[in-house]
Each structure stands twice: as C-alpha cells, then as structure tokens.
C-alpha cells in the first residue's frame, strides 16, 4: 500500500527537481544560452505565446543569441518581447533575425546573481520540505490499518528521508554547478 505512496514521492521529488533546474535556466550567467530567452512571452496572432513557440533560438558564440522567428512578420514583436522582459537584454533586429548581445557580467552582479540562485535553491528545498510533509502525514495516516505494523512505518518513514535527503543534495549540486558557472570568467 504505502509502495504507492512512496512511488509518489519519487515523481514529486523527480518533478521538484525539474522546476529548479528550469529556473536555474533562467539566470544569465554571462554566456548566450538559448535558455535565457526561451519563456520570453511575446504578443502573436492575438494572444501572449512563448518565444520558443514562435521562433529557433541558437547561440552561435559565448556572446550572442539569435532569433529566427518562423514568421518573418512577427520580428519586431518578438524583439519588443525580449526587450519587455526584464532580463537587461536589448534585442536588436537585423533582417530576418534578433540578434541579442550578452554583456560580460561585472564581478559585483556574478555575487548578486549567486545570491539569487541559492535563493532559488531554497525554495527547491521549501517545495522538498512540503512534500515530505503530506507524504509523512499519508504514511502515519496508515497506522492502525489492518496488516501494517508500527515498523513497517517505520521503515517507510527512514526510506521517504532516504529520499529527501537525496533530493536536497541533489539541489544543493545544481546551486553549486550554477554558481561555479556565475563565478568563471
């Protein structure tokens, strides 16, 4: 019974760490990442759509991002997109392509932007934290059904740790490899 709950757990976990790694994306570490730009919401065909649905994306040098957008007609709103995101990013059309030039990081916003990835790192490990939480609650709900005894709880409970704790580690690696990439020049 609780091989489910622990099963569910294991996705919880699996999708957790998902949401981190795609927010850790998402900070600019001084190097053209097609990532970088991805979610940027553009205006098109009447509705807000994300610049991946709208165009290629390719980092052709460590300084450089280029936006092909499939439909020629959308170029100056998917630089206008770009502009509005509030990334520091200025896109620049040139032809039928966006061209957006990464500015090398000054060492004051490397350690301001490893500040924001350990923040983003904790609400990893908050997210970690509320999941074991429900899942201990599931687990101990358990106790006094017939067939299950107080050591297989026990045991479910010292797995489900097992667990978090591998997950917390985990985060604690991707904050790490992060920062190391902030922090090279």
């Known amino acids: 019974m609780s091989e489910a709950i622990l099963a569910k757990l294991q996705s919880r976990l699996a999708q957790a760490v998902e949401v981190v790694k795609k927010d850790l994306g998402t900070v600019r570490t001084g190097r053209a990442k097609p990532s970088i730009v991805e979610e940027v919401k553009v205006e098109a065909y009447g509705t807000i759509m994300n610049l ?53 990081l000054s060492q004051e916003r490397r350690e301001e932007l490893v500040k924001l990835v350990h923040q983003k790192v904790e609400g990893g490990k908050v997210i970690g934290r509320t999941i074991r939480g429900e899942i201990k609650e599931e687990i101990e709900a358990q106790e006094g059904e017939s067939g299950i005894s107080e050591d297989s709880i026990k045991s479910w409970l010292e797995t489900m740790q097992k667990q978090i704790d591998k997950f917390m580690l985990e985060l604690e690696e991707l904050g790490k490899e992060k920062e190391k990439e902030l922090m090279t020049l």
């Open 52 to 104: 991946q649905e709208l165009a290629s994306i390719s980092a052709p040098d460590t300084s450089l991002i280029v936006v092909s957008p499939w439909d020629r007609g959308l170029i100056s709103a998917v630089a206008a997109g770009i502009n509005k995101a509030g990334l520091n990013l200025n896109a620049m059309v040139d032809g039928e392509t966006v061209k957006i030039a990464i500015p090398a």
